[in-house]
């Protein structure tokens, strides 16, 4: 494992089990196999939500937790209800990959709740379902940057390990590091389907 995502995700599960649920076909793109059952991911958000309430525990104001849609909302309305601390919630909507299974490699931001709200002073988190190739982050890092928060964080529920983005924020927490695969469910999409899916399933590599 890169020794720049040892720590990113100090406690991150680097599972590859392949679960027992059935496989998925998708027209045209192939078979998909659950990957990590809701079970498992449960288990792993209520330990994010306890190791971001250490993390910010000498804070007295609430946190902004700052949704990426359309992918975080799964995610984050479990990881928003296992953090006891005092939390704020905003989204904003950026989009990359015009829905295939490839980034476009530009960020357009479609929708941002907190364009007329100061974050002067403020301890915001962005929270997104998936870090691939860490642009999205690094382009969203970077926009929250210019209104001055006192701090930065980033949890997302998963993170890809040839991710080589370095992200300058006061917390980075993923949930899980998988390999380079295509994934769907709980929050990630192909085409804006298959988010409901209580898990995640992985493209099989080779059928
Ligand atoms: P990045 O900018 O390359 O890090 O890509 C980030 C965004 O691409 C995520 O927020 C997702 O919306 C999307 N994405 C990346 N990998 C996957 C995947 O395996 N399945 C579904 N969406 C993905
Ligand atoms: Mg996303």
Redesign the pocket.
Same mark, same amino acid.
């Given at each position: 494992m890169k020794k720049h995502l040892r720590s990113i995700a100090a406690t991150a599960l680097l599972l590859t089990n392949t679960f027992c649920s059935y496989p998925i076909n998708v027209d045209g793109v192939g078979t998909f196999s659950e990957v990590l059952s809701q079970e498992i991911i449960s288990k792993r958000v209520q330990e994010l939500g306890a190791q971001i309430d250490e993390h910010y525990k000498d804070v007295k104001s609430p946190i902004i937790l700052i949704g990426?849609l359309s992918?975080c909302i799964p995610f984050l309305s479990d990881l928003i209800r296992s953090i006891n601390h005092s939390c704020e919630l905003e989204t904003i909507k950026i989009s %990359?990959?015009h829905g295939g /299974?490839k %980034?476009s490699g530009k &960020?357009n931001l479609k929708y941002d709740s907190l364009c007329e709200r100061s974050l002067e002073g403020r301890h915001i988190i962005i929270v !997104? +379902? @998936? @870090? +691939?190739?860490?642009? %999205? /982050?690094?382009?969203l890092v970077d926009h929250f940057s210019k209104k001055n928060p006192a701090t930065i964080g980033i949890v997302s529920l &998963?993170i890809?390990e040839d991710?080589n983005?370095i992200f300058n924020t006061s917390l980075i927490k993923a949930g899980f590091i998988?390999s380079q695969?295509?994934? &769907?469910g709980y929050g990630? !999409?192909?085409k804006e389907q298959f988010r409901n899916l209580p898990g995640i399933w992985?493209l099989d590599q080779n059928k």
């Open positions: 990426v992918g %990359s990959y /299974m %980034s &960020i !997104d +379902d @998936i @870090i +691939d190739s860490g642009l %999205s /982050m690094s382009w &998963i890809k991710c983005a998988r695969e295509f994934l &769907i990630l !999409d192909y992985a």
